[in-house]
């Protein structure tokens, strides 16, 4: 018999996860500005280092609690599924947590995260291409709704005099076509696995990437204080493993295309909380802009009316 499911409960998980991710892009902006402590007591984190530690601190904590609840044996996948864990390891999670956080540190937490959470249209229109989804109306006018909406964002429409950082844009494009990377090749995987499984060893692939880019010695040349190390294992859990158990939690008494949809609260959350927390505050052209990309993020995983297809996606790596 099914277990029972409560449709609020739910929300309400996955409606806290995106709030911890809305808090974790403002704890990196912060951490890259050194406006972490208010005495300074933090010098500025290198998005590099914020992302490998980020994976292998992550890759620790997750590895001892399966190990201990589900025992080693459990933990193995066949070759041929590792290889592809491998490749959405690197292409996926490490390259848009990379891609992302580069962003937030060359512009600001909106824009990176908005022009990131353009992954579902990127999805699309590879669905498109590749004669897997029909390119309705309503799938269209969302395309037409993003585009329109980034440019709002980054101020390429508007007679406003936003100057985005040009490495921070771009930074922040690759981190949703990493993301999307990541929906497109995650799905036949995630069809077969345990979540927590497949988010084990994309975390080992990213870790032992992150090993290659920046090895032990590179770091310890860093000379990084107890202070920075203390905030990276926290951060780490913020944004990984406390996130990700609500938001699989949620997946039990909701729909992955509905989980989805809540899950675009983060960016929501994320703006607010920086323009809170750091005063990165937009103007109203690109507040609209964002009220679009969000809308056609929506729109784009609604199901067809005629044809009930709709542009499934998989929970944020942020």
């Keep these: 018999m099914p277990a029972k499911t409560h449709p609020l409960r739910g929300y309400l998980y996955i409606a806290s996860a995106t709030f911890l991710w809305g808090i974790a892009a403002t704890l990196g902006r912060a951490a890259f500005t050194g406006r972490l402590l208010h005495n300074d007591v933090l010098r500025p984190i290198d998005p590099l280092i914020l992302s490998q530690s980020r994976a292998t601190f992550s890759l620790i904590v997750l590895l001892i609690m399966l190990a201990a609840t589900r025992g080693w044996s459990r933990l193995r996948l066949p070759p041929r599924d590792i290889a592809h864990t491998c490749l959405l390891g690197i292409l996926g999670v490490a390259a848009s947590n990379f891609f992302y956080y580069l962003a937030i540190q060359r512009t600001n937490v909106a824009t990176a995260i908005i022009l990131q959470y353009t992954a579902p249209v990127w999805v699309l229109l590879y669905m498109v291409a590749r004669g897997l989804q029909k ?184």
Aim: hydrophobic share 60%; net charge neutral; with cysteine.
């Design 135 to 318: 390119p309705t109306a309503s799938r269209v006018s969302a395309v037409l709704f993003a585009v329109i909406g980034c440019a709002m964002v980054i101020g390429v429409i508007g007679p406003g005099k936003l100057r985005l950082d040009a490495v921070g844009v771009i930074a922040a494009t690759l981190a949703a076509f990493s993301f999307a990377f990541y929906n497109i090749g995650g799905h036949h995987i995630l069809a077969r696995y345990d979540r927590w499984i497949v988010l084990l060893w994309t975390l080992i692939a990213a870790s032992l990437f992150w090993l290659v880019v920046n090895p032990p010695w590179k770091i310890a040349a860093a000379h990084y204080s107890g202070s920075q190390w203390i905030f990276l294992l926290v951060f780490s859990l913020i944004s990984v493993l406390a996130p990700f158990s609500l938001y699989f939690a949620g997946l039990q008494h909701l729909e992955p295309t509905r989980a989805i949809v809540v899950s675009c609260l983060e960016p929501v959350f994320s703006i607010v909380i920086a323009a809170i927390a750091l005063k990165e505050l937009m103007g109203p052209l690109q507040t609209v802009g964002i009220v679009m990309v969000l809308a056609a993020i929506i729109l784009v995983q609604r199901p067809d009316r005629q044809t009930h297809e709709a542009v499934t996606f998989v929970e944020p790596m942020e």
